[in-house]
């Protein structure tokens, strides 16, 4: 007779880690941690939301994989990349956007996070995550049981997880985010964030931000970390984490943040970033993050190119693009050097050379001078790989 599958009596598949803490244990709508759900019922939500192991025969022959071949749920399928990662119901973008610009730079990174991976006899997993507090590496438990939907919910089929999904049957984005909601006390306590703090959590390397605090000037901002504020909840959902950050002394401008960018990413420091406005129309999403994965040009190949290229576009040696991709993994800038913009075919081999892809994948490629007009800050991430 087979065992029982473990399960995280501590973070209990329930639907109580899903919000934030009230009086007397009880739960309300209003905390929920998805803010668009808040003004429904708690019988609504209980009638949305259940929790199913994603390495279990239960989940692998649900309905959300019916119509697909037969294959057993992994936590890693072949390369680790950010297209693995698509943002659900949960303000968590400062924390998915930061496992991407992890996974783009450094996807052995995100692998070796993963100390014990669940399987179908066993739904325990254990994953390390860096406390900057205390100035160490924890093991974080917990079991295989995510948040699903219970039903049809606005087109999105049964058995979807109701946060961070899966790329096909690869689990490690939905485990890791359930990894870091019990380490910060409960999943309530992703909604909103600092990115540059979820890739030290993630890396356990030096972080820094810095925001531009009016057009064309930007100050560096630090996290306090001071161990007061590090409270380990014996019982969720509880804050663990109390975040503050604060300005540091002088300041950059624009062109000085273009040269430090070039260099973190020629160093393969993983970068998010967040924006402020935008343009109606644009693509831009305004107060969420994105992940900063490339420059261009940045090696010797793109200054090859450009050389060879030059005789025939000698503005292309003035061109500075930056790669983002948004967690959401749909969602894309509309403007200049966007996808499907008539600009790439005056350039020759250039969008061949950026292996730019006409698809609204969340993944696209934007001017710096438009960027810089748009954009509210920088999340960096001092990791250059291992010792």
């Not at 997880?161 to 359930?178: I, N």
């Not at 909103?192 to 057009?215: D, K």
């Not at 393969?268 to 924006?275: E, N, S």
Request: proline share 5%.
């Amino acid at each position: 007779m087979a065992q029982p599958r473990w399960k995280d009596t501590d973070f209990p598949p329930r639907l109580r880690i899903l919000f934030s803490q009230s009086p007397g244990g009880k739960l309300y709508a209003k905390d929920f941690c998805f803010s668009q759900w808040r003004k429904k019922s708690m019988q609504e939500i209980e009638s949305l939301v259940k929790f199913v192991g994603v390495h279990s025969d239960q989940y692998e022959n649900s309905a959300r994989f019916r119509y697909e071949k037969h294959d057993e749920m992994q936590c890693f399928q072949d390369l680790v990349e950010p297209d693995d990662i698509a943002q659900g119901k949960l303000g968590n973008c400062w924390f998915l956007a930061s496992c991407g610009a992890v996974a783009e730079q450094h996807p052995e990174m995100i692998k070796s996070l993963f100390v014990k991976m669940p399987d179908d006899d066993d739904g325990r997993c254990v994953i390390q995550l860096y406390n900057h507090y205390q100035k160490t590496w924890e093991n974080v438990e917990i079991d295989d049981q995510i948040p699903v939907f219970k039903k049809m919910y606005m087109g999105i089929p049964v058995d979807t997880p109701l946060f961070a999904r899966p790329d096909g049957r690869e689990t490690w984005v939905m485990l890791l985010e359930k990894a870091m909601a019990k380490f910060h006390g409960g999943y309530a306590f992703l909604k909103g964030g600092y990115a540059r703090h979820a890739m030290g959590c993630l890396t356990g390397a030096e972080i820094s931000g810095w925001v531009q605090v009016q057009s064309n000037w930007w100050k560096e901002y630090e996290i306090d970390y001071s161990p007061r504020n590090d409270n380990k909840p014996e019982v969720y959902p509880k804050q663990r984490f109390k975040l503050s950050s604060s300005a540091k002394g002088g300041g950059k401008d624009s062109k000085e943040i273009l040269k430090m960018l070039l260099v973190f990413l020629y160093k393969d420091y993983p970068i998010t970033c967040g924006f402020s406005s935008h343009k109606k129309g644009d693509g831009i999403i305004t107060g969420h993050s994105y992940s900063l994965l490339e420059i261009f040009p940045k090696s010797s190949r793109d200054l090859y190119f450009i050389k060879q290229q030059s005789e025939k576009f000698p503005d292309l040696k003035k061109t500075q693009l930056l790669k983002l991709r948004n967690p959401y993994a749909f969602g894309e800038w509309t403007g200049d050097w966007s996808d499907s913009d008539p600009k790439w075919n005056k350039y020759g081999d250039l969008k061949r050379h950026l292996e730019v892809k006409p698809a609204n994948d969340g993944t696209f490629w934007i001017d710096f001078t438009e960027w810089a007009k748009r954009v509210a800050k920088i999340d960096i991430c001092h990791y250059e790989g291992p010792n």
